[in-house]
């Protein structure tokens, strides 16, 4: 019996094909009924199993004939021996182990991973008014978050490198090609693998802006599907209104300075000024008058409060301004935050 230990599968496969012959027939019920057959069977109706299953799931119309067709066929009237039944019965019960159990594992941990993923938490880093953030996402990704300014991401971060930012956030990707890093930035979406750079996406703001340090970077348009690639050194701004884009070279200092605490311009016209004022100081800033467009600063502040900086704004530029501190209404449910008045041209 040593040298027919094998198992022929190829006369299994005819008998589930309901091909067989009687013969097969025969063989069918000696190794379904002969203890010494068993392992080797079991054997084979693991690799079998196992080569069912494709890399995300498994074809089930493939697996349910293989015990189904075997417990019905053996022990019909038609096949059934008198005198193995409860052998075949023994025996079978241990097959059916062997297939239903891998089944039971694979159902219960894909069902376990369902429950996880509808259960995820948000995770979210934020940074309130008037302060900066510095963090470091699970997978070693650094960066800076400024004023006013939140990250989101998903308990399986590691496995799914997507944040969503709300605001300004400077990001410094830790590398890994086969999970690009993804930021959600309202109208856009920017992905990376290992890179630098800095996204300003504000709810209030009409612009979105990205500014690539080094790296690579792709940027897509989310109403126009469109993939436009950044390089270093280089601006991208899309307009939410008319949702349109442009880029340009830029000074990449005077985007990324504000994560060491200084606030730097190069030729600003006063709209710019006026805007990046409004984030790092937390107040609203109004523009009177339009005859702006030759207004334009030079400068590098650190540590200056609000009204030094306007002081030395009003002495170098052709403006005033006036500051409307803030103020609670309406008893003490409406609150109203520090606004400046710049206007164009001393008065």
């Not at 599968?9 to 012959?21: A, D, G, M, P, V």
């Not at 953030?133 to 308990?155: C, E």
Request: aromatic residues 10%.
């Amino acid at each position: 019996m040593e040298k027919d230990s094998k198992i022929d599968i190829e006369k299994i496969n005819r008998f589930l094909r309901e091909e067989h012959s009687e013969e097969d027939r025969l063989y069918l019920n000696e190794v379904f009924c002969d203890e010494n057959k068993v392992k080797e069977l079991e054997k084979n109706l693991r690799k079998q199993w196992y080569d069912q299953l494709s890399d995300n799931d498994f074809k089930e119309k493939q697996l349910d004939h293989i015990l189904y067709k075997i417990h019905y066929n053996i022990n019909s009237e038609k096949y059934k021996p008198k005198h193995t039944i409860s052998k075949c019965i023994n025996w079978l019960s241990r097959i059916a182990v062997v297939l239903i159990l891998p089944l039971l594992l694979y159902c219960g941990i894909n069902l376990y991973r369902s429950t996880i993923r509808k259960e995820l938490p948000w995770i979210e880093i934020n940074a309130p008014a008037w302060t900066r953030a510095q963090f470091t996402l699970p997978d070693g990704t650094k960066g800076w978050l400024n004023s006013n300014s939140s990250i989101r991401y998903k308990g399986n971060y590691l496995n799914n490198r997507n944040v969503i930012l709300n605001g300004e956030a400077f990001f410094d990707v830790f590398t890994d090609e086969k999970r690009p890093f993804v930021v959600d930035a309202n109208e856009v979406i920017i992905t990376a693998v290992g890179t630098r750079f800095n996204v300003a996406s504000y709810d209030e703001e009409n612009e979105v802006e990205v500014v690539l340090e080094e790296g690579k970077i792709l940027v897509n348009d989310k109403k126009e599907d469109k993939l436009i690639q950044i390089a270093p050194n280089e601006r991208f701004i899309y307009n939410k209104n008319l949702n349109t884009y442009i880029t340009d070279t830029v000074q990449i200092k005077k985007y990324t300075s504000w994560t060491e605490g200084k606030l730097i311009f190069r030729n600003d016209p006063i709209d710019v000024i006026a805007r990046r004022l409004g984030r790092w100081y937390n107040v609203d800033v109004e523009l009177v008058n339009n005859n702006y467009q030759d207004i334009l600063l030079r400068a590098t502040f650190e540590n200056e409060n609000l009204e030094e900086v306007l002081f030395y704004l009003k002495n170098s530029l052709n403006i005033d301004y006036k500051i409307i501190n803030e103020n609670i209404l309406e008893n003490n449910e409406v609150y109203v935050k520090k606004k400046v008045i710049i206007r164009t041209g001393k008065s």
